[in-house]
């Protein structure tokens, strides 16, 4: 009965959001956008032959789990297939997400950096230093991607359907400007979704990308656990496990996505010039999850290059190929560093972006303080303990999340664009951002009195 409330719920909010002629206006102008997206992602480069290429990956895709995993693999799920049908927006956002990380890392380290991140129109000097970076990361890597579809065979085991392209200076130019507008395009309307649409432009112009996929995968699960399964195939029951799986995962991603702890702060009464300002007690959120996805797509996109490197000198001196299959998925020393470099990137990017010693000061100046602990380093040290606790729990879960499609490829051989959906990378982002989009459409719905998705939301009042 309350799971039917709750649907009926659902169903109701999304009505009302047509109610509201600004909300439906910008939930329209996201969709329109978000469909410019996926034609990017058609619209092929001149002079590429896509079809050779996305065969090659379809191939793939009807084998195992770890067969189908690779970097190319990985940045052809972020750029929903562009890259393996030879598009324009083959490079995806990905560039622009690479020049936003790096200048995140570098704030704390260069001062001229962390100094306009805390300026008054500071940010908007950044987003500009991020452009100009993006640009830069498109040409270099719209030349490095030229010369993977020039020699597929380098970059893409097994490879045996001959050339992509004919080289030339007129080749790499035409593919470096065509990759490079393709992903300054997506840049460009991944900002005006967030501007005038609703929800973060850029992280939905990925999710759009990893959903896109779904479509192919539905027909395979179909064949794999439908009524029609030939004997020594996956039967009905594994399907039904698979089910409950999915439903456990996404719970699990909501929950810790959402989970924080609440540290009490207490904030005395003090008089700045004439106003006096009462004390009260408030809480701050320390998220369990306070790095997000970033540590998974560090770690994969670290581990490919081990292995994308021994099986070039292997090609000389044998003893590195039995090296480079430890860097394998499938090998426990794959899943072991796998694991470790997870846990060791979620302490990194806690270590970079939350500073302890700042939010102490800030507190110290603002006459707050937490119960129990004194003001200044004694704070600072409270600060830095409970973090390193709660992202010990946030990173372990990371790790659980991100082995479960590469487990599920090795127990029945689940293809991985089956596999994907049940955990890793993939529902991390999808999720993530669908809560984000909803909480912004329940804002809306609340300030202009309308019933939100969730119960807690209702206005008093009204009942």
Not at 78 to 95: K, Q
Request: charged share 15%; hydrophobic share 50%.
């Amino acid at each position: 009965m309350s799971s039917d409330n709750h649907i009926t719920r659902m169903i109701t909010g999304f009505r009302n959001c047509f109610k509201i002629p600004e909300l439906s206006e910008r939930i329209i102008f996201t969709l329109l956008v978000l469909a410019v997206c996926r034609l990017i992602a058609w619209v092929p480069i001149p002079g590429l032959d896509g079809v050779e290429l996305q065969g090659y990956f379809d191939q793939l895709r009807t084998k195992q789990s770890q067969d189908g995993i690779g970097f190319m693999g990985m940045y052809s799920m972020f750029t929903g297939g562009a890259w393996e049908r030879c598009s324009i927006g083959g490079l995806g956002i990905m560039p622009y997400i690479s020049a936003t990380i790096i200048l995140q890392l570098m704030s704390p380290i260069i001062p001229r950096l962390s100094r306009l991140s805390r300026e008054e129109g500071g940010r908007v000097k950044i987003m500009q230093i991020g452009r100009v970076m993006t640009l830069f990361l498109c040409l270099g890597q719209g030349y490095v991607m030229s010369l993977g579809w020039l020699s597929p065979e380098t970059v893409l085991p097994g490879w045996d359907r001959g050339v992509l392209a004919t080289g030339g200076v007129s080749y790499h130019l035409q593919t470096m400007m065509a990759l490079t507008c393709g992903t300054l395009l997506l840049m460009w309307l991944g900002e005006q979704i967030t501007e005038r649409g609703i929800g973060n432009g850029v992280s939905l112009v990925i999710t759009i990308g990893i959903v896109a996929d779904l479509p192919r995968a539905l027909p395979m699960i179909w064949d794999m656990f439908g009524p029609n399964t030939p004997d020594d195939g996956h039967g009905m029951f594994e399907g039904i496990f698979l089910i409950i799986l999915l439903l456990a995962v996404v719970a699990g991603v909501v929950a810790v996505t959402q989970a924080q702890r609440k540290v009490p702060v207490q904030h005395a009464q003090r008089a700045v010039g004439r106003k006096v300002y009462a004390g009260g007690s408030s809480f701050m959120p320390l998220r369990v999850n306070y790095s997000g996805v970033m540590p998974l797509i560090f770690a994969q996109a670290i581990l490919m290059f081990p292995g994308m490197v021994l099986n070039a000198l292997g090609a000389k001196f044998p003893f590195f190929l039995q090296a480079a299959a430890w860097f394998q998925p499938g090998h426990p020393f794959y899943y072991l560093t796998y694991a470790l470099m997870i846990m060791f990137f979620a302490y990194f990017w806690v270590a970079t972006t939350f500073n302890e010693i700042e939010i102490a000061d800030n507190l110290k100046k603002n006459g707050g303080y937490i119960p129990g602990i004194r003001p200044g380093k004694a704070t600072s040290d409270f600060l830095h303990k409970t973090m390193s606790r709660i992202t010990f729990a946030g990173a372990l879960f990371l790790v659980i999340i991100a082995l479960i499609p590469q487990l599920l490829g090795l127990w029945r051989n689940i293809p991985y664009q089956v596999s994907q959906f049940f955990g890793g990378t993939s529902i991390l982002i999808a999720v993530g951002v669908t809560i984000d989009t909803m909480r912004q459409m329940e804002s809306y719905l609340l300030m202009r009195h309308y019933d939100g998705f969730l119960r807690k939301g209702r206005v008093r009042g009204r009942f």
